[in-house]
Nanobody, 124 residues
Framework: QVQLVESGGGLVQPGGSLRLSCAASGRTFSRYGMGWFRQAPGKEREFVAAINWSGGSTYYADSVKGRFTISRDNAQNTVYLQTNSLKPEDTAVYYC?????????????????WGQGTQVTVSS
C-alpha cells in the first residue's frame, strides 16, 4: 500500500515556475515507477511525465518537453515536478501516481496508486 500526497500548486503568472512535490508513504517507494498526470476542467486526465524507480530514465509528454522536469529522491520518498515557462494551458489539477515495477508508464490505468491532486493555475 502506498499513499501519495501532492503539494506545491498555486497561482502563477505566465512564464513563471512551480515545483510540485509528491510525498509517498511506505518503505517500498523505490520499487515503484512514478508519474505525473493533469486534468483540466472539462477535459480528460492526461499524461505529463514519468520516471523509473532509480530515476535514471524519464519520459515526457510533447506538450511539456523542455519546460518540465521530473525527478525523485528515494531516500526522502518524494517525486518532484519542476514546471518552468508555464502557460495558461498548463492550468489543471496535477496528480502523482505510482506503478509497481521498473516502469515508465504513460497510461493512467496502469498506475496502482494516486494522490489527491494539487491545483496549478496559470493566469495574469
Amino acid at each position: 500500500q502506498v499513499q501519495l500526497v501532492e503539494s506545491g500548486g498555486g497561482l502563477v503568472q505566465p512564464g513563471g515556475s512551480l515545483r510540485l512535490s509528491c510525498a509517498a508513504s511506505g518503505r517500498t517507494f523505490s520499487r515503484y515507477g512514478m508519474g505525473w498526470f493533469r486534468q483540466a476542467p472539462g477535459k480528460e486526465r492526461e499524461f505529463v511525465a514519468a520516471i523509473n524507480w532509480s530515476g535514471g530514465s524519464t519520459y515526457y509528454a510533447d506538450s511539456v518537453k523542455g519546460r518540465f522536469t521530473i525527478s525523485r529522491d528515494n531516500a526522502q520518498n518524494t517525486v518532484y515536478l519542476q514546471t518552468n515557462s508555464l502557460k495558461p494551458e498548463d492550468t489543471a489539477v496535477y496528480y502523482c501516481a505510482a506503478a509497481y515495477g521498473n516502469k515508465l508508464e504513460i497510461t493512467a490505468h496502469r498506475y496502482d496508486y494516486w494522490g489527491q491532486g494539487t491545483q496549478v493555475t496559470v493566469s495574469s
